[in-house]
């Protein structure tokens, strides 16, 4: 049998497994309750009987293993409030029957219902539920009394007594939530909670009596249209010297393999949450302006007040704003933050950006392009390639940063910005910084990266270490001289040789065994354990998902860690380059991806590409048999990011992770 030679796994493959997921079908063993628009509240509430108002719902207490099921194709208006709760793994369910489009379930009653409810669902002190399957909406056009005008949620969770615990929210749509008077002013950006899901609890007021909500998964769900927040996560701190605050939280949340398109603000905010894990999400277009109720300000992932938060492998494109909407955000007072393993293209702040009152804060193994170019004529540095600061509005709200850590990050920029843009800046104020190990490119018409210093870290007596950085183009001097260790040159990216798959190196890159090492940063708490237990105490693998050790002297610089392409042992699909077809890297305008044949492989291999949702975008047979290389003619519309490309032939999978950049 002529087989695929597998390449080692890492992390996102492992993930992806073997594609399968379980959202059919829920093993309960409670009662059955069914609700459609051609139902009536006198009758049973079973199949051939169902129910037809949300407030004949709200009245039923449920036990656990009930299931709470809603008929595809109808709609439903009003208020759900979830009377009862779950035990551990025996959930309530709430979900979907019939076939057709998902239910939908609104808050919009409009002015002959009293005015449209603050939110679709509430759950409030109840837990142990699954969501599976809804189209949540809430376009609020009505006032209701006692409803702040501000705010309009699609699912709120509410914690006002103690411990929720065990949530799962999978294959949902959340669209179309508004408030209805939105602050559209900018000095009330913060009045504008809008959320298509909304977790919170009350602040904690005596002592041993900590709020917590924990165990919480998103998943493989669809977020879009939304004023303002995808998910919002916020726990009150508690009264001041009362309860212990590292326990008052959110705690184990899990959000993975969701899409977050067009939202005015930012796809997920995690604030007052403990072990909070962000993977395989597509974040694109946050900050949008489509609609003019939107904010138009921020960033895929923005996490604030948080303890161990980790977001990875998500694809963030895009990203628009005034005032921060970075790739991914890391706000004030955040204790071990790690953004890793990413790809950010055409956000408009930049890419990284730490505020003020950070301990461990570290953003390693991404890739970024083009990003930094917003323009604002009063505050000419207001895009960044890196942002470390330290005060947020007055000379006394300064909260020194410690432990920074910016590493292995690969940074190009090669197109020319427009709008009286001339440079991205890097201004950085942190005790104990560390920049090490990144490529900066500038190159093909691209800004200057201006290098700009908050307070002389020298003066101060804080650590500061930047060596071992290759640089090229328009890379301003300043920036340079801070490197002990600087390299120099083109860094010799793959789509410049015979062989392509974007921002890797070729054999003779300068960045190749050119990084320091020795430099581990700090380590993950609990990895292994809970929702991070696929995560390591260290980074194993590079962007690309080849070994990496931090403490070996002969690391590369950049997101990439392999030995360069002649030297790699042969993997299952190599990409060639045709100069007269689609081109990973650079920029090209025709749609084909051609593909040699690997070592051993004869007959037709099927071919998928994949997101990161481990959805397959397209597929094709090829056939290996002639020498030259296989054509995979991509789709039209497919945009820029992280896919994988799967080869099966004879019950043989091999999988290769590849970068697309157009």
Known sequence: MNKLNPIKPFPLLLMLGLLVRLTSGHAQTGKNYYLSNSGSDSNTG???????????????????????LFRRGDRFDG???????????????????????????????????????????????????????????????????????????????????????????????????YAVEPILDRSSFDAIQVSGLRLTSTKNTVNGQEKQIKNVEVKDSFFGNLQRFGIQLRHSRGAAGVGNDSLNRIMNVHIHHNEFSYNGGTGVLPNGTYNCLIEYNLFDHPGSDNDP??????????????????SQYNMCISTRGY?????????????????????????????????????????????????GFR???????????????????????????????????????????????????????SDNLYIFNNIFTSTDGGVEVAG??????????DKMVVRNNLFQGNVNQEFVQWDASPVSGDPKFLGEGDRENAFQLSPSSPALNAGTGGILGPVLPGAGKGVFKELTPYPTVDFFGNPIDLSDANVNIGAYNGKGASDEIEPPLNVEKNRENWRIYPVSTSSQL?????????????????????????????????????????????????????????????????????
Request: hydrophobic content about 35%; glycine content about 8%; charged content about 20%.
């Open 46 to 68: 079973t199949k051939d009987a169902p129910w037809k108002t949300l407030d004949k719902l709200s009245a039923t207490s449920l036990n656990p293993g009930d299931s709470v």
């Open 79 to 177: 208020h759900y409030v979830v009377n009862g709760s779950g035990e551990k793994g025996t959930p309530i369910v709430i979900a979907a029957y019939g076939d057709g489009e998902k239910p939908i379930i609104t808050g919009e009653v409009g002015a002959s219902g009293g005015g449209d409810y603050r939110e679709a669902i509430l759950v409030q002190n109840e837990d142990n539920l699954v969501f599976d399957g809804l189209e949540i909406q809430n376009e609020r056009l009505t006032t209701r009394p006692g409803v702040r005008d501000m705010d309009a949620f699609g699912i709120w969770l509410h914690n006002t007594e103690g411990v929720m615990e065990n949530f799962v929210f999978q294959n949902m749509t959340f669209r179309d939530v």
């Open 293 to 310: 109720r939107m904010p138009a300000r921020g960033s895929s992932i923005w996490n604030i007040w948080s303890i161990n938060t980790v």
């Open 323 to 371: 005032l921060d909407s970075y790739g991914i955000h890391i706000d004030n007072h955040n204790v071990n933050t790690f953004v890793q393993y990413n790809y950010m293209e055409d956000c408009e702040g930049g890419f990284v950006e730490i505020l003020r009152g950070n301990k461990n804060a570290v953003y390693r193994f991404n890739v970024s392009v083009n990003d």
């Open 375 to 429: 323009y604002n004529e009063n505050w000419k540095t207001s895009n960044h390639t890196i942002w470390v600061h330290t005060v947020r509005h007055k000379p006394e709200d300064f909260a020194p940063n410690d432990s920074v850590f910016i590493h292995n990050n690969t940074v190009v920029i090669n197109k020319p910005y427009t709008s009286g843009i001339t440079e991205t800046s890097v201004v950085v104020d």
């Open 452 to 461: 700009h210093m908050g307070k002389s870290p020298a003066s101060r007596g």
């Open 594 to 662: 051609s593909i040699l044949k690997p070592t051993g492989v004869r007959g037709e291999v099927s071919i998928s590409l994949l997101n990161l949702k481990g959805q397959r975008v397209q597929s094709q047979t090829l056939n290996f048999t002639k020498k030259e290389p296989a054509t995979l003619k991509l789709r039209k519309g497919l945009k820029n990011g992280i896919y994988i490309l799967k080869l099966e032939q004879n019950q043989e999978v091999a999988t290769r992770r590849i970068v697309l950049y157009r």
